[in-house]
C-alpha cells in the first residue's frame, strides 16, 4: 500500500494521498481509479453466515480453473460485500465463515488473536503414542513450527482412524502437512469449528446458516 500511495494511485475524498496521510471510516478510497471497500467502515449491521463448504469448490471469489467457488451460492447484499473468514483448500470439506464486515474478518484471522480452528480428520497410517506426542509439541515445516493445541481420538478401525485437531492459526494445508510429516496421510478433513461457532449436524454440504445477534457477539470476544 504504501508504494501504491508513492506512486500516486490512491486517493482519498478526491485528493492524492500521500505517505503519512490518515483516513476516516466514512472517507472514500480510490485505488488506480477504483473505489474500494473502506477497510475502517464497519456497516451499520454485522452479519455472519456459517456456510459447509463441500469438497471441490474453491476458497476464492473467482477462479478461471474451477467452475465452483464459495462464493457462488451465498445471498447478495443490497450494500458491500461477502469478506470471507480464512480459506479452506479445494479438497477439505466443512466450516466457513463469511461477514459483510471486513473488520471484523481481519480480527478473526490475525494470528494475535489465537482463535482456535478444530478439526475432524481421517488418517491412513499406525498412529504410535510418539506420533501424538511429537505432533503436540511441535514439527518444524518449511514455514516454521507448527503443532496441534490438542488431538482426540475419535474411532475407526485399522489404519482408517478419525481424530479431533484443534489448531490457533491458519496457515496453508496445516493440519495435512502437520500428519504428512509423521508419515500418515490424510484421507479426510472437515473443519468442524472456528472459535465460538460449531458446524450443526444439519448444515448440509452448500448451504448456509445466517448467525444470531448472540452468537456474533460471542465471536467478537475473542471467539467466545
Known sequence: MEELIADGYVMVNGVKATLGDKAGPLDKIMVKGQLILNPLH??????????????????????????????????????????????????????????????????????????????????????????IETLLKGVMLDDGLAQFKSIELKGGEGTNTWYHVVLTEGRNREVRRLWQSQGIAVSRLIRVRYGSISMPRFLTRGNFKELEADEIERLKVKGG
Do not use: C
Not at 469438497?55 to 460485500?81: A, I, M, N, W, Y
Not at 480459506?87 to 471486513?102: A, H, K, P, Q, V
Not at 489465537?114 to 497410517?125: H, I, M, Q, S, T
Open 42 to 131: 464497519r456497516p451499520s449491521r454485522t452479519r455472519v453466515l456459517m456456510y459447509h463448504k463441500p469438497v471441490g469448490e474453491v476458497s476464492s471469489r473467482r477462479d478461471p480453473r474451477h467452475e465452483k467457488t464459495v462464493f457462488d451460492t451465498l445471498p447478495p447484499l443490497r450494500q458491500g460485500r461477502w469478506v470471507q473468514v480464512g480459506r479452506l483448500d479445494i479438497n477439505t470439506s466443512g466450516l466457513l465463515l463469511f461477514t459483510n464486515d471486513g473488520s471484523l474478518a481481519n480480527e478473526l484471522m490475525h494470528p494475535s488473536f489465537g482463535l482456535e480452528r478444530e478439526y475432524a480428520v481421517r488418517v491412513r497410517g499406525q498412529v504410535s503414542d510418539k506420533i
